[in-house]
């Protein structure tokens, strides 16, 4: 089996100006590397369906949908906070990426592909039950690990976040819900200064200071995340794949390389193979220097494509 990559040319609709960092050229670059390198040729492509309200429902309220299509301009830029903008595509946008997350659950657990990434924008973690912020709308990868536990086969799941800001939402939204696992890694203290130091047993926060080296990432994946992992046993493993802790990512400031998120790919394909027959969902989240984003999902890609 091979890997499904999930995309779709409408995620680059989402707009929120020529100087935002979360632009259309974080997905363009991923692409342009993956194009150069053959590695894309090798996956399996298939191309987003936007989720329903009712499957968006899983993880938000009805009233944050329903203010984020209130606020959606017809034309021009409306900001739900100082750094999310809604621009008239933005909400198409936001369905097909959560949609993403369910297509590819559906993919893994019906046995198409042995895993998946999905390549698309906006990104989710930061998105709480009825809070939209920090870039994020919809829980991208929230909405596709509720999903998968309505299937039958599934009865735990692990959400694992190497993205440099805190998964807020993610916590959030699975704070007392014992059959989640959320793992995170991130810098401290930084944005978005919530839920970052929630005690609850199915909540793992692994903050890290700034200018932390490789190292203490990876010990803290070793030690922590893994015999988490292990006694969790989960039936499918979610990425919240951020790679903006990258060392030339201009957002925060800790100093990951493309062979650290090579290095923390294989751990955590190597857990899934132990647990749960090696079924992961990969959802990208944050990455703003578009060259080291384009290798390090290119890195990432290569582990769980098996090269």
């Not at 190292?215 to 969790?232: K, N």
Request: glycine share 6%; charged share 20%.
């Amino acid at each position: 089996m091979t890997t499904a990559f999930i995309s779709h040319a409408d995620c680059n609709l989402h707009n929120m100006g020529s100087e935002h960092p979360e632009s259309p050229l974080r997905l363009q670059a991923i692409r342009k590397v993956l194009e150069r390198t053959g590695l894309m040729q090798e996956l399996q492509q298939y191309t987003a369906i936007p989720a329903s309200a009712q499957q968006i429902a899983l993880a938000h309220s009805h009233q944050h949908s329903a203010r984020l299509e209130e606020q959606q301009p017809e034309k021009g830029i409306v900001y739900c906070d100082d750094d999310t903008a809604l621009c008239p595509d933005s909400l198409r946008a936001a369905s097909l990426a959560a949609g993403s997350a369910i297509q590819a659950a559906d993919l893994v657990l019906g046995g198409s592909n042995k895993n998946a990434f999905c390549a698309i924008r906006p990104p989710g973690h930061h998105a709480e039950h009825s809070l939209a912020m920090g870039f994020c709308f919809y829980n991208n990868v929230a909405i596709g690990a509720l999903h998968a536990l309505q299937q039958p086969s599934v009865q735990r799941v692990a959400i694992v976040d190497f993205d440099v800001h805190h998964g807020n939402g993610t916590v959030d939204i699975f704070r007392d819900r014992p059959e989640v696992l959320v793992c995170s890694t991130f810098q401290y203290p930084y944005y978005p200064e919530r839920y970052q130091d929630i005690e609850r047993d199915n909540i793992l926060n692994c903050p890290l200071p700034a200018y932390s080296k490789p190292a203490l990432f990876r010990h803290a994946l070793e030690d922590r995340w893994l015999p988490a992992l292990q006694a969790h046993k989960p039936d499918i493993i979610f990425i919240s794949a951020g790679f903006d802790a990258h060392l030339e990512d201009p957002m925060a400031d800790l100093e990951l390389t493309e062979e650290d998120y090579r290095w923390a790919t294989q751990l955590l394909s190597d857990v899934a193979r132990q647990c749960c027959g090696g079924r992961i969902v990969s959802v990208l989240e944050g990455g703003y220097n578009p060259v080291a984003l384009g290798f390090s999902v290119q890195a990432h890609l290569e582990v769980l494509a098996g090269y």
